[in-house]
């Protein structure tokens, strides 16, 4: 289970080494610094251990139950990104503007939604 949470977590990562985007920025005119600035960019594992990126994720998640989200809901949601910023390269860059929450908020619910008829089936 937490090998397929960190394949999904990595299908909705959108990264670059630094090299690359510092290039990039330098074909547009502008200097690395600036590049980063405008597009909200940081070290992909700094994006994925952020604050930010966990409350938006558990956001999405509550919008997706209805209801707020259980402490254990949050525990996992903290668990799949700090797993998922552990695994990324110290050079690999990404935006804080990704579909991690998304993808990662479906996921959980469907999990959920498994589970609770899994048990409702063990009780009948």
Same mark, same amino acid.
């Given at each position: ?7 999904? @977590?990595? &299908?909705?990562?959108?990264? *670059? /080494? ?14 690395? *610094? ?6 909200? @960019? ?8 952020? $604050? *930010?990126?966990?409350?938006? &994720? @558990? &956001? *999405? ?6 209801? /707020? ?9 903290? &668990?799949?990104?700090? +797993?998922?910023?552990? =695994?990324?390269? =110290? ?5 804080? $503007?990704?579909?991690? /929450? ?7 619910? +469907?999990? $959920? ?12």
């Amino acid at each position: 289970m937490h090998n397929q949470l960190l394949a999904l @977590v990595a &299908t909705a990562l959108c990264t *670059r /080494p630094i090299n690359g985007f510092a290039q990039e920025s330098r074909l547009d005119g502008e200097s690395l *610094r600036d590049a980063v600035e405008r597009y909200e @960019v940081d070290y992909a594992w700094h994006v994925l251990a952020s $604050d *930010r990126l966990r409350a938006e &994720t @558990v &956001t *999405r998640l509550e919008a997706k139950l209805g209801q /707020p989200a259980t402490g254990a809901q949050k525990a996992a949601v903290a &668990t799949a990104l700090s +797993a998922a910023a552990a =695994s990324q390269a =110290s050079d690999l860059l990404m935006s804080f $503007d990704s579909d991690v /929450p998304e993808v990662l908020a479906a996921w959980l619910c +469907a999990r $959920d939604e498994r589970a609770a008829v899994a048990e409702g089936e063990a009780v009948s």
